[in-house]
Structure formats: C-alpha cells, structure tokens
C-alpha cells in the first residue's frame, strides 16, 4: 500500500512510501522517527490531527512535524547603556525599565 509521508524533521521532505497493510500511524512513527518522542510531534493525517491507533489507509498524507526546534530558546534582548557619571541618575545600576538599565561606568 502506498501513502505521502511528509517528514518536517530537519531538513524535510515528502515522498510517496510504501507500507504494510494495517500499519498504525504509532507503527510508521517507530520505523521513521525512531530518535524521537511521539509527544514531541504534532502527527497529521490528511491535515487533520490523529491517533496513535489509527490504521493507515491506502493515499493517506502523513505529516510529522516537531513542535520543538532543539536547540531554540526564546530570549529577551536587553539593552545597556553607559552615562557619564555626570548624567547618573539615582543609584549606580538603575533599571530604567524591564528591557534597558542604566550604569554610570563601562566595565
């Protein structure tokens, strides 16, 4: 039997593939993306969320995708800046506001 299997892991791809009948889309999982966690993955069929029991059927699109990139972090970007001590307002480090603070000398 013969489906698309769309694999967005790394660098992705699709391809027609060939598999056995009665296969569980938990079956392909194993065989395809053995490196990985099922809960790490949003699994579609024919672009609708599925089931780890649901039983392949011939022209199915199979999509995995990570929900994850590893190694992907969110971070804030936090600006510094340095003033005279002339133009030093309150304390030496004085947070201006969540994303800039104040600091009367450079390192």
């Not at 089931?51 to 970007?77: F, M, N």
């Not at 030093?88 to 994303?99: S, T």
Request: with cysteine.
């Amino acid at each position: 039997m013969q489906i698309l299997f769309i694999n967005n892991d790394g660098s992705g791809f699709a391809d027609q593939i060939q598999i056995a009948e009665g296969m569980t889309v938990e079956a392909l999982f194993q065989q395809r993306v053995s490196h990985g966690r099922p809960q790490d993955y949003l699994i579609r069929v024919n672009r609708q969320p599925t089931t780890a029991d649901y039983i392949l059927q011939e022209g199915d699109r199979v999509s995995i995708t990570p929900v994850k990139i590893e190694g992907a972090t969110s971070r804030q970007i936090i600006n510094v800046y340095y003033l005279p001590s002339s133009l030093q307002y309150g304390p030496p480090w004085e947070p201006d506001n969540v994303l800039t603070a104040i600091c009367s000398s450079p390192l």
